[in-house]
């Protein structure tokens, strides 16, 4: 009887301090109360995906947002507004050589790829305006053919960059999709459509052949007389 009675009681001394140990700090619901081993809980190392308000964790990884006024890497700024004027400025002023890019046919190919992505549904990819999205009917606009810009001399990277990163009328901006770099390839390879597709190597090859043959004619001209 005795022992049972001291059983009874012992459990019950158990029962009470259980409860006191796991119960909640009354002026705080949401305490887990005494915990045994708090660090199997709670990890004293900074963990991710936290907005820490001490300073301790400053160089850990966090949600905290960079700095006022920092730059992303490969960031380049882009001084030419969304106004005319900022068009015909950046026409002038935004040219290759200022960017730092050389024309090179392997520079076109990586337009290329990126211009079949991004713009050839609706320039098509002789760059003549039919792309798909506009033979089908369901896109209003005809953009204008890139062969008919470059005889006019309206084709300069600049503006091209400057409508990439824009948008010009119903065409939207395509900031978001390519980086500073690929604008300027993408621009590379659009005044290779414009000029009918030649590579630049082979345009460049083009370009010194008239004259060689031009002064072979007046040569002959003159031999002529
Ligand atoms: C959704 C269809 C669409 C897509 C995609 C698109 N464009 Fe256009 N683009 C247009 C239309 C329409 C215009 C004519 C805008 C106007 O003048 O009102 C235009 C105009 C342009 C012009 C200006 C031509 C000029 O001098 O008048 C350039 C350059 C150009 N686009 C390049 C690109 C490049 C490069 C891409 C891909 C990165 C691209 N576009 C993607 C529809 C599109």
Not at 7 to 32: E, H, Q, R, W, Y
Not at 113 to 131: I, M, T
Not at 162 to 175: D, L
Not at 176 to 196: D, I, K, N, T, W
Request: proline letters at 5%; a neutral charge.
């Amino acid at each position: 009887m005795t022992s049972n009675k001291t059983l009874i009681a012992l459990g019950i001394v158990a029962f009470a301090g259980m409860a006191m140990l796991t119960s909640c700090v009354k002026d705080n619901p949401d305490s887990p109360g005494f915990e045994y081993f708090p660090d199997m809980y709670r990890s004293n190392s900074p963990e991710t995906n936290v907005a820490y308000e001490s300073s301790y964790a400053r160089d850990s990884m966090s949600n905290m947002l960079p700095a006022e006024g920092s730059i992303p890497r490969g960031f380049v700024a882009f001084p030419y507004a969304n106004t005319l004027q900022g068009d015909s400025l950046a026409a002038r002023f935004w040219t290759y050589s200022n960017f730092g890019i050389k024309q090179s046919d392997e520079n076109e190919e990586k337009g290329k790829g990126l211009y079949k992505v991004y713009c050839s549904h609706c320039h098509g990819d002789k760059g003549d305006g039919n792309g798909k999205l506009v033979e089908s009917g369901k896109y209003a606009s005809v953009p204008p053919s890139y062969i008919a810009r470059h005889k006019e001399n309206n084709l300069s990277e600049g503006h091209v960059y400057w409508v990439i990163t824009h948008g010009k009328g119903n065409m939207g901006s395509h900031a978001l999709f390519l980086s500073p770099e690929e604008r300027m390839q993408v621009a590379m390879y659009v005044q290779r459509l414009g000029r009918g597709g030649s590579a630049w190597s082979a345009y460049q090859q083009e370009l010194a052949k008239p004259a060689a043959d031009s002064t072979k004619t007046d040569s002959l001209k003159i031999a002529g007389k």
